[in-house]
């Protein structure tokens, strides 16, 4: 098959290279292209398909390994996410009964329940660091400012194919083009 890819890449070249010189000027060069163009997209298909005959064992082979892999290590993804949530929940509370332990021995003005507060240290877990990070949950999309919005191209341009000139889309503009076709 590689001496077969090396022939069509000639080939493939040498009309890149005719077409970058021509120009169409009469209706016999456009039919003449016309029939380039139907076997351009000949070409196109046959390499398409023979694409596809290597490419679909290979994907094959990585979708059943895939799979495979995914059957061993969901449960343990499960257990993982399960751990850390755990985790998290027992480090806030041990966190939240410090504070109020600190609060009680702040106000008892005993010096003594300040040293034994400070001296119970969290435990360790060898491996295992907790730390507090910052998220968030959208609640409201409209009050969102435009910067951390994305625009969802696929329906605009759904809008477009089925209202035409007649889209109108804020912030957007609607325009004719013309595009060429062709069936191989």
Do not use: W
């Not at 399960?82 to 600190?102: D, G, I, V």
């Not at 005993?110 to 959208?138: I, K, W």
């Amino acid at each position: 098959m590689s001496t077969d890819l090396t022939t069509y890449k000639k080939e493939a070249n040498e009309i890149l290279g005719d077409l970058r010189e021509r120009e169409i000027t009469s209706d016999a060069e456009n039919a003449v292209c016309g029939e380039l163009l139907k076997f351009v997209k000949g070409r196109l298909a046959f390499l398409k398909v023979e694409k596809e005959k290597i490419l679909k064992p290979q994907r094959d082979a990585v979708e059943a390994t895939r799979e495979l892999f995914h059957q061993v290590s969901s449960p343990f993804e499960e257990a993982e996410a399960l751990l850390k949530a755990r985790m998290a929940s027992f480090f806030e509370a041990r966190k939240e009964q410090e504070t109020k332990l600190l609060t009680e021995a702040l106000k008892s003005e005993s010096p003594r329940e300040l040293v034994d507060l400070a001296s119970r240290a969290a435990p360790v877990v060898q491996g295992v660091s907790m730390r507090e990070v910052y998220d968030f949950v959208v609640e409201n999309e409209a009050l969102v400012p435009a910067e951390y919005r994305s625009i969802d191209e696929g329906k605009i341009r759904l809008m477009v194919k089925a209202k035409k000139d007649q889209a109108n889309i804020p912030g957007v503009r609607v325009f004719k083009r013309t595009v060429v076709a062709s069936r191989s």
